[in-house]
């Protein structure tokens, strides 16, 4: 985010990094010690709407300026600008002989690597969320960036490589090959104690909000799926999605959900929590009542507690009619009839008998 002037300039949102990069002539740098600038402070601490405090802070990044390299990274700036603008004017070159042209094209060239050298080497102090009260005790540490030269400033992303290193050798974002969290590690370190359920959707936001806890790429947002599968095969915790509960028992027969989204839907619970549904009982008998005709009274009862919606069938055809969990249904039969009930629960669930 280039250049944010006040703390409205930043979504107080739980997406991945948000790199600010703030203005030279907002704030700079002289040491490696110094604390962070009046303007990172009220951009991390605040979102600019009164009396509001932003909640998530652990996503935030800050570079800014050190003070010693500013007026060069300035006068290099200016006098590539200048060698632009006679390139882009076809009046000015036609004043430079053909050998001059090449020359200020060579030269373009080189300001353009060391224009990119010089505005790194400026922008080289980092402030990252820690929780340190000793070495951050205004909750950002400062990390200096390594000076580069020419031979290290390659490609577009530079600079982003090299924050993101300096990151994880700070262990502030983990290594691109490390393994998915442990339930035992979010349940000791993210899960909050006293918290007997939260939904996934907090459980990544999580991240976003506590410092003490490493900032989520987009490739750990996927890991953190593989974690919550992970705990419920495992029955670190249970999941309910909406009625339909997931909890790992010992007799193996357990399906984990069809997909992890990190949504209010999905809802994590420690373990002991959530109970099973109790088994659902159908019951369903006709009883023919006495008659000297050929066609016989019959009456037919059933009761499926817990269903939403019941349809009869006679020898596999439908009856018309609205039909409560507990009812029954008198006819006449002159034959033997088979006599059968489905019950709807909701969301597909259902059963016959």
């Excluded at 300039?9 to 040491?31: K, N, R």
């Excluded at 094209?105 to 060391?114: E, H, N, S």
């Excluded at 070495?135 to 530079?158: C, F, I, R, W």
């Excluded at 490493?214 to 750990?220: K, M, R, V, Y």
Aim: aromatic share 8%; proline share 6%.
């Amino acid at each position: 985010m280039a250049a944010p002037e006040s703390p409205t300039d930043v979504d107080d949102v739980a997406d991945p990094i948000a790199l600010c990069l703030i203005d030279f002539q907002e704030a700079t740098i002289s040491t490696t010690t110094e604390s962070p600038p009046p303007i990172v402070e009220r951009i991390f601490n605040n979102t600019g709407e009164a009396g509001k405090f932003r909640i998530f802070r652990n996503r935030l990044l800050f570079l800014v300026a050190n003070k010693q390299e500013l007026d060069r990274a300035i006068d290099n700036v200016r006098e590539y600008r200048a060698i632009l603008n006679i390139l882009n004017s076809p009046n000015r070159l036609q004043d430079l002989s053909e050998s001059q042209q090449q020359q200020l094209k060579q030269r373009k060239g080189d300001f353009d690597l060391k224009v990119r050298i010089s505005l790194t080497n400026t922008y080289r102090h980092l402030f990252y969320p820690a929780n340190d009260p000793v070495k951050a005790p205004k909750e950002l540490m400062h990390y200096t960036l390594p000076a580069q030269d020419s031979s290290e400033v390659k490609g577009k992303n530079n600079q982003q490589d090299v924050i993101l290193k300096a990151l994880r050798d700070c262990q502030k974002i983990r290594a691109e090959d490390a393994p998915v969290y442990a339930p035992a590690y979010i349940l000791q370190k993210v899960w909050l104690p006293g918290l007997d359920h939260w939904t996934t959707k907090a459980l990544r936001e999580a991240f976003a909000k506590d410092r003490g806890l490493n900032i989520l790429l987009d490739a750990e947002v996927s890991k953190l799926r593989d974690t919550i599968r992970q705990g419920l095969l495992l029955g670190s915790w249970d999941m309910k999605i909406g009625e339909r509960v997931y909890i790992k028992t010992d007799d193996g027969k357990f399906t984990l959900p069809d997909t992890i989204e990190f949504s209010d839907r999905m809802v994590l619970y420690r373990r002991g929590i959530l109970e099973l549904p109790k088994p659902r009982e159908i019951e369903l008998n006709a009883q023919i009542m006495p008659s000297t005709d050929s066609s016989k009274p019959v009456r037919v009862r059933w009761k499926a507690s817990g269903a939403l919606a019941i349809q009869l069938y006679q020898d596999g055809n439908s009856i018309a009619g609205e039909f409560r969990p507990s009812d029954e249904y008198e006819t006449t039969i002159t034959k033997t009839t088979t006599f059968k009930i489905l019950v709807d629960y909701g969301n597909g669930d259902r059963a016959n008998c």
